[in-house]
């Protein structure tokens, strides 16, 4: 159970970018979880009922996206998403393959608040 | 609502203070191993057949990383080589903050060679770095041939696979082609040894596999 180290992180992270938007309620968080990374969804959504209360995001929602395993030989160049995790080329047969996708473990974005709104921090910037 | 892009990974925090270890070794000059596997696979037995061989030639410390007891750290202290027990309290592996206070607290001037027997766990571990030079996984053949694909991750991240308890191969359904195929479909690059503890089969390859990788690293 490792997802409670990976919580921790987590809201830690989040806190300080709500914090740096001047304060506010985080209402959803969003996470990309590749196929292959080593993170249980049903942990970690335990790990933030255990640990969000008195955090910006007690009583927010946690939102998955599954990123597929996808693979790169790096001899032909051929792409493709492996069936049964083989880690070989169905092209040239090469096995130096590199994981293009799949390993994600990531804090894409947050959703926050109107009231959380900081006067010199705009809600959508044109940049961004 | 509003929208906030973060873009951060998770293990972040975890692998820039694994590159700080990384940095410290390599400024030390100090050969490092993570030795993973499920609880029971032997790798405590492992290294108390291994660091005598290795104390003819190596200045050897072991951090012993464990949820509860320093019975481990007990076992291989016996044989006269400085231990650093880290418990880690119900966590399930070890983290690269973990080892940085012991790479700390050890005298790493005195030592050529650091071996790192992470917590019993065939799926945390292979998720947070330390910043040593390689992992090496154990997977005893009692634990069954299916294990590659079951636990994939693993078998991707680790440079070495000793299938240990080889003696007992008659014993048991264990399909030796099959894993190690599954294991290569994972990790074309993996090497991969048959090894007991017991009968002492396949250690020779071992240290000659720890003596090439050292040179490679430090020689």
Redo the contacts between chains.
């Keep these: 159970m490792h997802e409670v180290a990976l919580m921790q992180n987590l809201l830690r992270v989040v806190e300080e970018a709500a914090e740096k938007q001047g304060g506010g309620k985080v209402k959803l968080v969003h996470l990309r979880i590749g196929e292959m990374a080593g993170v249980n969804t049903e942990s970690l959504r335990f790990a933030f009922q255990v640990l969000s209360p008195g955090t910006r995001v007690e009583g927010g929602e946690l939102e998955f996206e599954k990123i597929p395993l996808r693979i790169k030989c790096l001899s032909c160049g051929e792409d493709h998403c492996p069936p049964e995790l083989t880690f070989r080329c169905p092209r040239c047969g090469g096995a130096n393959m590199e994981i293009i996708s799949g390993r994600e473990m990531d804090i894409e974005y947050i959703m926050m608040d109107e009231e959380g709104d900081s006067p010199r921090a705009p809600a959508f910037s044109p940049t961004e | ?14 692998r820039e203070i694994a590159a700080e270890n990384r940095e410290m070794l390599q400024r030390f000059n100090l050969f490092s191993l993570n030795l993973m596997s499920a609880p029971g696979a032997g790798k405590t037995s492992l290294l108390v057949k291994t660091l005598p061989r290795l104390m003819e030639k190596y200045r050897v410390a072991v951090i012993e990383g464990d949820v509860q007891t320093t019975r481990d750290a007990e076992r291989v202290g016996a044989l006269g080589v400085e231990v650093f027990q880290i418990q880690t309290g119900g ?3 070890l ?1 690269a903050s973990m080892i940085h206070s012991a790479l700390h607290q050890l005298d790493l001037g005195s030592l050529d060679m650091l071996l790192i027997e992470n917590v019993g766990n065939l ?2 571990p ?3 770095e330390l910043g040593v030079d390689g992992r090496v996984m154990l997977l005893s053949i009692t634990e069954g041939d299916d294990k590659p ?1 079951k636990y ?2 693993m078998f ?1 991240e680790s440079r070495l696979l000793i299938l240990n308890k080889i003696d007992l191969i008659s014993a048991v359904d264990f399909d030796l082609e099959k894993a190690k195929k599954e294991a290569r ?5 993996i090497e991969i040894l048959e090894l007991s503890c017991k009968t002492g089969e396949g250690l020779e390859n071992w240290i000659d596999w720890i003596d090439r990788f050292y040179k490679s690293r430090r020689g």
Excluded at chain 2, 185 to 189: D, G, K, M, R, S
């Design positions: 609502m509003h929208q906030i892009n973060i873009g951060e990974d998770l293990r972040g925090f975890n966590v399930c592996h983290d799926v945390c292979a998720e947070f694909k994939p991750l991707r479909e994972i990790n074309p690059a």
